[in-house]
C-alpha cells in the first residue's frame, strides 16, 4: 500500500512563488514514478510533472516547462513541486500520484495511487 499526502497550499498573491509538498509511505517504490497533477475548477484533471524514482529523470508537460520545477528527496522520501510567480490561471487543487510499475510520465489515468490534494488559490 502507497498513501501520499500534500502539503504546502493555500492562498497566496500574484507573482508570488509556492511549494507543494507530498510525502509518501509504503513499499515498491523503488521504481516508482511520482506525478503532480492539478485539477481546476469546471476543468478536467492536467498533469505537470512527474519524476522518477528510479534516475531521478523528470519530464514536464508542455505548459509547465520552465514554470514548474519537480524535485526529490530520497532520504525522507518526499516530492515537491515549485512554482514561481503565480498567475491568477494556477488556482486548482494540486495532486500527487504514484505509479509502482510505468517509468516515467504525466498521465492521470494511469497513476495507482493518489493524495487527497491540496488547494491553491490565487487572490490579492
Known amino acids: 500500500q502507497v498513501q501520499l499526502v500534500e502539503s504546502g497550499g493555500g492562498t497566496v498573491q500574484p507573482g508570488e512563488s509556492l511549494r507543494l509538498t507530498c510525502t509518501i509511505r509504503?513499499?515498491?517504490?523503488?521504481?516508482?514514478?511520482i506525478g503532480w497533477l492539478r485539477q481546476a475548477p469546471g476543468k478536467e484533471r492536467e498533469g505537470i510533472a512527474g519524476i522518477s524514482f528510479r534516475d531521478d529523470k523528470t519530464i514536464y508537460e508542455e505548459y509547465a516547462k520552465g514554470r514548474f520545477t519537480i524535485s526529490r528527496d530520497s532520504a525522507t522520501n518526499k516530492v515537491y513541486l515549485q512554482k514561481d510567480h503565480l498567475t491568477s490561471e494556477e488556482p486548482a487543487v494540486y495532486y500527487c500520484?504514484?505509479?509502482?510499475?510505468?517509468?516515467?510520465?504525466?498521465?492521470?489515468?494511469?497513476?495507482?495511487?493518489w493524495g487527497q490534494g491540496t488547494q491553491v488559490t490565487v487572490s490579492s
Open positions: 500520484a504514484a505509479d509502482l510499475t510505468s517509468y516515467l510520465h504525466t498521465v492521470s489515468v494511469w497513476y495507482e495511487n
Open positions: 509504503g513499499t515498491g517504490l523503488e521504481r516508482a514514478c
